[in-house]
C-alpha cells in the first residue's frame, strides 16, 4: 500500500441523507385541505343558487304584483262623479259623534282623497296557541273612486326565511296570496265572496287613513249607536259591509270593530270578530290620521292579535 492511499469511508460520519425521511406527508393536514376547499365550494354552490333563487322570487312576485296594481288602477274610474272637496254641509245629518270626528280631522274645503301610497313596518303573529311575533315591512297602494287596495309585504321568518304576502281587494274581487320568497305559494285564497266581504271590510277600517273616504258624499252611511259609537255602511257592487266604530273622548276614532269578517284557518274561512285599535294620530296633507295600529281576532276565547305596525310614509293623490 502506497503512501498516498485514501483509507477506507467505510467508518465514516453517516451521510445527511440518512436522516430524512424521503416523501413524508402528513394525511391529516391535507385531508382538512381538502374537506376545506369543498366546503368553500358547496358554500359557494349554496349562496348562488339561493341568489338566483331570490331574483327569480323576487322577478315573479314583482311581476304578479304589478298586474295587481295595474288592474286596481283600471278599475279606479269612477261610475259618477262626485265632489272633489269636502263640503261640511253634508255633516248636517250625520250623528253628532261622527260629525265631532270629521270636523276634527279634515279642514275646511279638504280635497277628497282619490289614491294613496303608504308604507308600514311592524311585526306579524304567525303562532296560534303562543304568540310568534316576526317583523315586516309593507308597501300599500290605496284606490277610494272605486273602493281597492293592494299590500304587498315581507314577512322575515325565524331562520331569516322571507315570506311575501300580498293582501288585496280590486274590482270587487279579494284575495289573500302568502308565498315563500315569492316562489312557492303556500294555499292562498282567491275569488270567493267570503274574502271579498274580508277585504272590503279591511278597506272601511283602513279608511282612517283616507278619512274622506267615509264621508257621505263618497258613498259612506253612517248610524248613531250610542254617544261615542257609530256604524258605517258601504257598498261595492253586491258587496256590503258595516263596521263599527267607537270614537275617543277627544273625537277621533279609537277602535273598529266587525263581526261580518273571516280568518283563514288551515285553508278554509272561519268567521271571527275583528277589530283594529287606533293611536298617535298626526297631520298629513290636511288631515289628521293616526300613524299606529294594532288588529286582532276577538273570539270567545280571548282576544289574539296578529298585526302590529306603524306609518312610515304617506302619499297622498288629490285635487289641487
Same mark, same amino acid.
Given at each position: ?6 483509507? $477506507?469511508?467505510?467508518? &465514516? %460520519?453517516? &451521510? ?8 413524508? %406527508? ?14 368553500k365550494i358547496v358554500v359557494f354552490t349554496?349562496?348562488?343558487? +339561493? ?22 288602477? +283600471? &278599475?279606479?274610474?269612477? %261610475?259618477?262623479?262626485?265632489?272633489? /272637496?269636502?263640503?261640511? &254641509?253634508?255633516?248636517?245629518?250625520? $250623528? ?37 311575533w316576526e317583523p315586516f315591512t309593507a ?7 272605486? $273602493? ?15 315570506? /311575501? ?12 296570496? $302568502? ?15 267570503e274574502i271579498a266581504r274580508g277585504e ?95 288588529? +286582532? ?24
Open positions: 500500500m502506497t503512501l498516498d492511499t485514501k483509507p $477506507p469511508q467505510e467508518d &465514516a %460520519a453517516p &451521510a445527511l441523507r440518512n436522516f430524512v425521511v424521503p416523501s413524508y %406527508a402528513p394525511l391529516r393536514p391535507k385531508r382538512l385541505v381538502v374537506v376545506l376547499k369543498w366546503a349554496l349562496f348562488a343558487v +339561493a341568489l338566483v333563487l331570490g331574483l327569480w322570487g323576487h322577478s315573479r312576485w314583482t311581476h304578479a304584483t304589478n298586474a295587481r296594481l295595474a288592474a286596481l288602477e +283600471a &278599475a279606479t274610474a269612477p %261610475a259618477k262623479a262626485r265632489p272633489e /272637496r269636502y263640503d261640511e &254641509a253634508e255633516l248636517a245629518s250625520l $250623528p253628532p259623534v261622527v260629525r265631532r270626528y270629521f270636523s276634527k280631522v279634515l279642514n275646511p274645503n279638504q280635497p277628497i282623497v282619490r289614491g294613496l301610497y303608504m308604507e308600514q313596518t311592524g311585526s306579524m303573529n304567525r303562532g296560534t296557541l303562543t304568540e310568534q308597501r300599500q297602494r290605496v284606490a277610494t273612486q272605486r $273602493p281597492g287596495f293592494v299590500w304587498d309585504a315581507s314577512i322575515v321568518m325565524a331562520g331569516g326565511i322571507t315570506v /311575501r304576502v300580498v293582501d288585496a281587494y280590486v274590482a270587487g274581487v279579494g284575495s289573500l296570496q $302568502p308565498s315563500v320568497i315569492g316562489l312557492f305559494d303556500m294555499g292562498g285564497i282567491e275569488g270567493t265572496g272590503l271590510i279591511r278597506y272601511v277600517a283602513e279608511a282612517v287613513w283616507y278619512p274622506t273616504a267615509l264621508l257621505p258624499s263618497q258613498g259612506a252611511q253612517w248610524k248613531p249607536v250610542d254617544a261615542q259609537t257609530a256604524d258605517a255602511t258601504l257598498t261595492d257592487g253586491t258587496i256590503t259591509v258595516t263596521l263599527r266604530f267607537v270614537f275617543s273622548a277627544d273625537g277621533l276614532v279609537e277602535r273598529i270593530s266587525s263581526t261580518e269578517r273571516s280568518a283563514l284557518v288551515d285553508g278554509a274561512m272561519v268567521p271571527t270578530p275583528w277589530d283594529v285599535r287606533l293611536a298617535k294620530y298626526e297631520a298629513h296633507s290636511g288631515m289628521l290620521v293616526p300613524q299606529v295600529a294594532e288588529v +286582532a281576532w276577538t273570539p270567545p276565547t280571548g282576544r289574539m292579535p296578529y298585526w302590529r305596525g306603524k306609518v312610515e310614509r304617506l302619499d297622498y293623490d288629490m285635487p289641487r
